[in-house]
């Protein structure tokens, strides 16, 4: 067990919808990234959060937007859902925000146990 | 998006038996990471490395950052059932507030 919670589990929906996930960090990480894995492909970044603001951006559709709340867990919402949305969503934290040049163990991420999201 | 060479991308091989993969990048790193991922389930980190020339290791597990931090390889000795599952390597460009560069995996299976 990371300590990286995610919620819910598995979710089903239909095209247009809009959802949200949730994910609460590991007791004392600042950092939440967000990450989307399709079948049988790696995980692709989508976007970081430090405590409470955002940090780094990377292929995250316009359709998608995320925060970070005072109590440090995330919420990353999805909207007008399409088929190829369907996806494992997962949710990391670190300890610091990864701004180093030099590498740190306050910049490892560990992961939740992900979000499976099925668009019909 | 950018991506580190994970290879291979696949291996079969008989219980017992040594197993090496590597990522490399072209630029450079400051930071490897190595996940291990069961079907459905969230990449469980394995190993880190912070510093070049590092060799670290977890149980049967090892891992070493490159002298020139452009790569990084994961043994694991000795391999069992339980030892399948689908291994990252990760890292992190040296140039700071970057995130995670994931390879694209590589599929183990182990023959019993």
């Known amino acids: 067990d990371s300590g990286v919670t995610q919620t819910p589990k598995h979710l089903i929906t239909a095209t247009g919808q809009r959802v949200t996930l949730r994910c609460s960090p590991r007791s004392g990480d600042l950092s939440v990234y967000w990450y989307q894995q399709s079948l049988d492909q790696g995980l692709q970044f989508l976007i970081q959060?430090?405590?409470?603001?955002?940090?780094a951006k990377g292929n995250i559709l316009e359709r998608f937007s995320a925060q970070q709340f005072p109590d440090l867990h995330s919420e990353l919402n999805l909207s007008s859902l399409e088929l190829g949305d369907s996806a494992l969503y997962f949710c990391?934290?670190?300890?610091?925000?990864?701004?180093?040049?030099?590498?740190?163990?306050?910049?490892?991420?560990?992961f939740g146990p992900g979000t499976r999201l099925t668009v019909l | 998006g950018q991506q580190l060479n994970q290879s291979p991308q696949s291996m079969f091989i008989q219980e017992g038996e040594d197993v090496s993969m590597n990522c490399t990048s072209s630029s450079i790193f400051n930071t490897w990471l190595w996940y291990k991922q069961d079907p459905g389930e969230g990449p469980v980190l394995l190993i880190a490395l912070y510093k070049a020339g590092e060799l670290t290791s977890n149980g049967r597990l090892t891992a070493q950052f490159g002298i020139t931090r452009k790569d990084s390889f994961l043994n694991i000795s000795a391999s069992i059932p339980s030892d399948v599952g689908i291994y990252f390597c990760?890292?992190?460009?040296?140039?700071?507030?970057?995130?995670?560069?994931f390879g694209k995996g590589t599929r183990l299976s182990v023959i019993a």
């Open positions: 990760a890292g992190r460009w040296s140039s700071g507030n970057t995130p995670l560069v």
């Open positions: 959060y430090y405590n409470g603001e955002e940090r």
């Open positions: 990391a934290s670190s300890v610091a925000g990864g701004a180093r040049t030099s590498g740190d163990r306050t910049d490892t991420q560990y």
